[in-house]
T-cell receptor
Framework: GAVVSQHPSWVICKSGTSVKIECRSLDFQATTMFWYRQFPKQSLMLMATSNEGSKATYEQGVEKDKFLINHASLTLSTLTVTSAHPEDSSFYIC?????????????FGPGTRLTVL | GEDVEQSLFLSVREGDSSVINCTYTDSSSTYLYWYKQEPGAGLQLLTYIFSNMDMKQDQRLTVLLNKKDKHLSLRIADTQTGDSAIYFCAENGSGAGSYQLTFGKGTKLSVIP
């Protein structure tokens, strides 16, 4: 149980285009989902917290107009990188919370590798 | 703010035990987690410990928590080559909601055959 999927697993796009990444909780309902980005050999950086049916809460320094988050249902959140530039190239990971014996445990998706040319 | 520190590298021989250490600063943490990340993959939850416990064992994994010193460790017994990965320590301190995690930078475990 507690499986989180992401689609696509990797994407290459031209500078200036927009890319949408989907995050789904497959076997549980997640009231809260998180979006992280990870640079090579570094830890995860939280970008935003997303609750179903409400606006996402963005971390300081993350542009909400550039990284659009939509949390349409209890099993789906999407991150759209608008007008992507090479500096947006990164590994984007989502997670979804499920209340369990470990508190509100976060279960992570496999990540999406974005390369902007 | 909250801070989680880990050593960056650990190298062990196959069959030996691995011990990965982590320190944290937030005394309000209720749960502490260990995640494993293999190359090019997301994070896999390995285990967690509630802050009022001092030890938890799960097959080859043993978690020790010293709450007074804010020190957490993960011991992997009989380390295998498949254990080679980056291990992240995380705590859910006083972020916006008890579910927000603060991660360490990760410890890269290399297992020598």
């Amino acid at each position: 149980g507690a499986v989180v999927s992401q689609h696509p697993s990797w994407v290459i796009c031209k500078s200036g285009t927009s890319v949408k990444i989907e995050c789904r909780s497959l076997d549980f309902q997640a009231t809260t989902m998180f979006w992280y980005r990870q640079f090579p050999k570094q830890s995860l950086m939280l970008m935003a917290t997303s609750n179903e049916g409400s606006k996402a809460t963005y971390e300081q320094g993350v542009e909400k107009d550039k990284f659009l988050i939509n949390h349409a249902s209890l099993t789906l959140s999407t991150l759209t990188v608008t007008s992507a530039h090479p500096e947006d190239s990164s590994f984007y990971i989502c997670s979804a919370t499920m209340t369990s014996g470990g508190g509100d445990t976060q279960y992570f998706g496999p990540g999406t590798r974005l390369t902007v040319l | 703010g909250e801070d989680v520190e880990q050593s960056l590298f650990l190298s062990v021989r196959e069959g030996d035990s691995s011990v990965i250490n982590c320190t944290y600063t937030d005394s309000s943490s209720t749960y502490l987690y260990w995640y494993k990340q293999e190359p090019g993959a997301g994070l896999q939850l390995l285990t967690y410990i509630f802050s009022n416990m001092d030890m938890k064992q799960d097959q080859r994994l043993t978690v020790l928590l010293n709450k007074k010193d804010k020190h957490l460790s993960l011991r992997i017994a009989d380390t295998q080559t498949g254990d080679s990965a980056i291990y992240f320590c995380a705590e859910n301190g006083s972020g916006a909601g008890s579910y927000q995690l603060t991660f360490g930078k990760g410890t890269k475990l290399s297992v020598i055959p």
